[in-house]
């Protein structure tokens, strides 16, 4: 039922291995990316493509609207072997413009079990709703929203223990802030790095 998979799967192989004989010789040895992506589970942002990377050089963890909640098991234990057993130097959180979690999280309508998941985002807008509602476009107060819930994932990350602790041993890790838009296929970077626990109060 799925054999185009697997025969793209098989043509990609063969590009891979046509284009460098030793690529999946090296895969095999180590896993050594410098970056963790936390995105969202949308099928139009493919994050190695977005940012030209190969198989193993990025560590990624997707959910429905890029979230990073603190009592998320499956996230915590990504950003924990990411940070103390990778090393990575960035965790990157990337939201997209037009994310369809963000809308729903504020549209109003009822879907199920992803509403208590999107419950921060809620949050997130009922946090800036005067500043969200002051926007006419309808477009760009969603846009604006994803921004801002992206910050406050950062914010997030920049306080677990698992990266406190990482800069409390001087180990060289950024958190950072970015929104890719699906119109034009660029990042926006939204300047909300954050290197070491000082720096968090400038996320608001």
Not at 88 to 113: E, T
Request: proline content about 3%; glycine content about 6%.
């Amino acid at each position: 039922m799925l054999d185009h998979l697997i025969a793209n799967n098989r043509a990609w192989a063969e590009r891979k291995v046509a284009d460098d004989g030793d690529f999946f010789k090296r895969l095999e040895r180590q896993q050594a990316p410098e970056y963790l992506w936390i995105g969202c589970s949308d099928s139009r942002v493919p994050a190695n493509e977005i940012v030209g990377l190969d198989p193993g050089e990025l560590f990624v963890h997707r959910n429905v609207a890029n979230l990073a909640p603190p009592q998320d098991a499956n996230y915590l234990s990504v950003l924990q072997f990411a940070v103390d057993v990778l090393r990575v130097k960035h965790v990157i959180v990337v939201g997209h413009y037009g994310c369809a979690g963000v809308n729903a999280a504020v549209g109003g309508k009822r879907l199920g079990l992803v509403d208590h998941w999107l419950h921060p985002v809620r949050e997130v807008f009922h946090q800036h709703r005067h500043t969200l509602e002051a926007i006419q476009d309808r477009r760009q107060r969603l846009d604006r929203l994803c921004e801002l819930n992206v910050i406050r994932q950062v914010r997030n990350i920049a306080f677990d223990i698992f990266v406190q602790d990482a800069w409390a041993r001087g180990q060289a890790l950024s958190v950072h802030g970015w929104v890719y838009s699906l119109a034009n296929g660029l990042v926006k970077d939204l300047d909300t790095t954050v290197r070491r626990l000082e720096e968090i109060e400038r996320l608001g």
